[in-house]
């Protein structure tokens, strides 16, 4: 048991599986986030409220969703790398800082268009605003400072401190809307009890943020071997897994 979960420590057992399953996730994303997002666009029916405008939904609310999931993910990856000192923990959290980093891009830019035509501006200082206005910040953060250490082990370091500092704005982010008085609406999927959601709209809103998370895992493989690449370059695994003699 405890060998098999040492394997996923392992930068060349990473390696090999991540080449495995990189195409499955990539073609999984491609397929689901199509379906989702014609769907939504074409089949599901106009909100009675927003009309046509609604449907920006299909990109920000799976864009938004992504953004706290992969910036848990990445610190708790930073996480395991700080207390059990896994070197493959810190190259995955670094290669998912980017990558969160697009994602909450995409949910602010998606917001500020969607919100012009419902609240008449782009951009107000709401809590939820706010809050993921923050975690862009947190990205940017953790990115920077990874890039102004020279020395891997301490960049690994204080990069993994600062993402598990930053974990406490994602509640923050999650509850904005009911802990505060806000412009922003009210959950409409993870409520408790039936979505307020048609399920008409709400099945195409399930396939692209299923296609998102595809998308993601896709990506971060791709990332993470990269990252893997590049700290492992002188190994003789390495050489030999890429041919080179």
Known sequence: ???????FGSP??????SVVLTPWFGWAAAILITAG????????????????????????????????????NMALAAAVGLIWRIKLAHAVAAAAAPIGASFTFLALATG?????????????????????????????GYMALRAAIDDENRADRASALLAIIGLINIPIIKYSVEWWNTLHQPA???KMGKPA?????????????????????????ISARAEVIRRARDQKWLKQALGVT
């Open 188 to 190: 409409t999927i993870s």
């Open 112 to 140: 500020s268009i969607w919100a012009k035509p419902m609240w008449g501006t782009w951009w107000v200082w709401d809590a939820r605003l706010t809050s993921e206005l923050v975690l862009l910040f947190l990205y940017f």
């Open 12 to 17: 060349p057992h990473f390696y090999r599986l």
């Open 37 to 72: 997002t014609l769907g939504g666009l074409y089949l599901a029916p106009p909100d009675y409220q927003q009309g046509e405008g609604f449907r920006i939904i299909y990109v920000h609310v799976p864009s938004a969703s992504m953004s706290m999931f992969v910036y848990v």
């Open 197 to 221: 959601m048609d399920g008409d709209m709400l099945t195409w809103l399930l396939l692209n943020i299923a296609g998102f998370m595809c998308f993601f895992i896709a990506v971060l493989l």
């Open 1 to 7: 048991m405890w060998k098999f979960i040492h394997k």
